[in-house]
């Protein structure tokens, strides 16, 4: 509401100064609204029968807010006009104000947890990373025990189920030990179904869970005060170890993220009682927790794949190799956060580090050996059968040449029958040894051996003549020279 003399104000600049209902706003630093309302007797003697048409809606409303209080003002709008109201929202939305029920303001208390009783469990969210072409989002797993406040946080690429309890066996390593009670957000991951207070919990969760012997138990939905130590230690990770921190690989965030649980988050002061630390109550409490088991359980998914033409699997925009063994056959693939293992029925047939970039091929090195084995026999034409023969090297040189299609083998063979023409076998055969011994498979590689092989060679001067007695007793006549060089 605004004063007399504010409105006086508001009125003369309208109607005597001729300002614009925004420009009396501005200058006199109130909402435009309000300069409407002043200016507009009419305005607010529509506004009041408004209201007053409103009070036989008012039961009825007042019933509808008992069952929803947080029922919007412009819903309850549309229920009222359905019902023959004519006024403006703007003056249910007034009106609603005063009719909602007020609500109490929520009490908390502080919650008393014993030593290895309880850890918190939650997701942070880091931005994104680049892993070579690929995108991926940055995550954080934090895990607190409730009563020391010790921390435990590793950087992933996802949320998934397996990379959720890779972590937890992170942390109960790094802790020493098992909390008896996890407590967790109603993430998917964890659980499955839930109606009320009825929950169905992720089986994978309840298998590792009935392994490391701990209780699951999941706070209450929008409440994330119930785990706010959990919420309160990634608040901390974000201001103190990773604002200003330039990220280039996640195995060395992991790395520097592992020293910082270790020094400074250890060694802060303890929130119940600033004489002691987290580090002083950390060590009091791991005699308390679970121990370990002798073995740990880890989670993989399956899936069934099938190898390409080329021998690989695709699995997460990334191709994996896989031995000839399994070349044409329904194999089945399992992998979890760090590893992709293909197995034929039960056998392992290789296992390979997993990739987080995309449009990678991960090759196992003898998996090349194996791809080139099962590749056809190159087919060599009839025309140069007959040049095999001869010399017997040539066949593995043209398979050499189809197979990395450095050259026409037709052009080779018409030039090794010209070669063989000319030069006779002993140069060309030795031509072809060379080239299949130094690797060369282009016929102008051929050609520089041959000239190479050509100026090694003595030239052959030796006339043979005929066995015939009427060549042999012919006498010959030298003429001189000297006549040459007037020419």
């Known amino acids: 509401m605004i004063d007399e003399e504010t409105r006086a ?19 006199l630093g109130i909402h435009h609204e309000t300069v409407r309302r002043a200016i507009s007797t009419k305005r607010s003697e529509i506004e009041r029968i408004s209201m007053s048409q409103l009070e036989k809606y008012e039961e009825k409303v ?40 007020k609500v109490k303001p929520r009490v908390f208390s502080t919650v008393v947890v014993l030593p290895g009783e ?30 020391s406040r010790a921390i435990y946080v590793r950087f992933t690429l996802d949320q998934t189920l397996e990379a959720l309890l890779e972590c937890h066996r992170h942390a109960f390593h790094f802790f020493l ?19 009320g207070s009825k929950i169905r919990f992720q089986k994978d969760l309840l298998d590792f869970a009935g392994h490391y012997l701990f209780d699951v138990n999941v706070c209450k939905p929008f ?39 270790k020094d400074t988050a250890l060694n802060r002061p303890w929130p119940e009682d600033h004489s002691f630390t987290v580090k002083e109550k950390f060590e009091a409490e791991i005699p308390t927790l679970l121990r370990l088991p002798a073995n740990d359980l880890f989670l993989r998914k399956h899936k069934a ?4 033409a080329y021998g690989y699997v695709l699995f997460d925009k990334n191709r994996y190799s896989v031995p000839a063994k399994g070349f044409g056959r329904s194999l089945i693939m399992a992998y979890d956060h760090g590893n992709v293992q293909i197995l034929d029925d039960k056998e392992l047939l290789v296992e390979h580090l997993r ?47 189809i197979h990395h299609d ?8 018409r030039w090794m029958e010209q070669t063989l023409d000319i030069h006779g076998l002993s140069i060309t055969e030795k031509i072809v040894l060379q080239a299949v011994a130094d690797n060369i498979l282009t016929l102008d590689g051929l050609r520089s051996l041959l000239r190479t092989e050509l100026n090694k060679a003595e030239p052959d001067i030796t006339l043979a003549l005929p066995d015939k007695k009427e060549v042999r007793d012919l006498n010959f006549r030298s003429h001189s020279l000297d006549s040459y060089d007037q020419l």
């Open 118 to 147: 309880q850890a918190q469990v939650d997701w942070g969210h880091f931005g994104f990373i680049t892993v070579g072409r690929a995108r991926r989002r940055l995550s954080a797993f934090v895990m607190v025990l409730a009563y």
């Open 355 to 401: 990739s987080w970039n995309q449009g990678e091929k991960i090759d196992h090195p003898d998996h090349n050996l194996d791809r080139e084995k099962q590749l056809p026999k190159p087919r060599i034409a009839s025309r140069a059968a007959s040049v095999i023969e001869r010399i017997p090297a040539l066949r593995e040189l043209l398979e050499r040449s």
């Open 406 to 413: 450095q050259s026409n083998t037709g052009s080779c063979v």
């Open 62 to 101: 007042l019933e509808t807010l008992n069952i929803y209080p947080k029922l919007f003002a412009s819903r309850i709008y549309l229920m009222l006009k359905e019902q023959g109201y004519k006024g403006r929202q703007r003056t249910v939305q007034r009106w609603i104000k005063d009719l909602r029920p």
């Open 177 to 195: 030990g098992v909390p008896r009670q996890l407590l967790y957000d109603n993430m998917r991951t964890v659980v499955s179904d839930r109606i």
């Open 9 to 27: 104000n508001i009125r003369r600049l309208h109607f005597n100064r001729h300002l614009t209902i925004n420009a009396v706003a501005e200058v």
């Open 305 to 308: 794949v099938k190898p390409d």
């Open 223 to 261: 409440q994330p005060e119930s785990k706010g130590r959990v919420e309160r230690s990634i608040r901390y990770l974000r201001e103190n170890f990773f604002a200003a921190r330039t990220v280039s690989t996640i195995e060395q965030l992991n790395n520097d993220v592992l020293q910082w649980c």
